[in-house]
Nanobody, 119 residues
Framework: QVQFVESGGGLVQPGGSLRLSCAAS????????MGWYRQAPEKQRELVAR???????NYADSVKGRFTISRDNAKNTVYLQMNSLKPEDTAVYYC?????????????WGQGTQVTVSS
């Protein structure tokens, strides 16, 4: 069964930090690179960070230097540490495989976790 459960969002002031967590199905987590996506109101979902099984990472330009993705393979969990948050980071954040269409997980999205950056 494919399942992603995100947590850790909230309301934070500009410049603040949050750490998101995502628990994923074991078989999926161990087989694929994982990614964090976000969707702001009236915008398309975008991939902001990805991490391979071996730990190689890359980031969207908009978050580079501020966000850090990591994974704990023993816990089937992927994290997103978000620092220096900006109002434009406000969105619902989701995790999934980094290539959801190719991996066949594009029909399996969790509830996401809301991140709101506002003073």
């Amino acid at each position: 069964q494919v399942q992603f459960v995100e947590s850790g969002g909230g309301l934070v002031q500009p410049g603040g930090s949050l750490r998101l967590s995502c628990a994923a199905s074991g078989s999926i987590f161990s087989s694929y690179a994982m990614g964090w996506y976000r969707q702001a109101p009236e915008k398309q979902r975008e991939l902001v960070a990805r991490i391979t099984r071996s730990g190689f990472t890359n980031y969207a330009d908009s978050v580079k230097g501020r966000f850090t993705i990591s994974r704990d393979n023993a816990k089937n969990t992927v994290y997103l540490q978000m620092n220096s948050l900006k109002p434009e980071d406000t969105a619902v954040y989701y995790c999934n495989t980094a290539q959801a269409v190719v991996a066949g997980t594009n029909d399996y999205w969790g509830q996401g976790t809301q991140v709101t950056v506002s003073s």
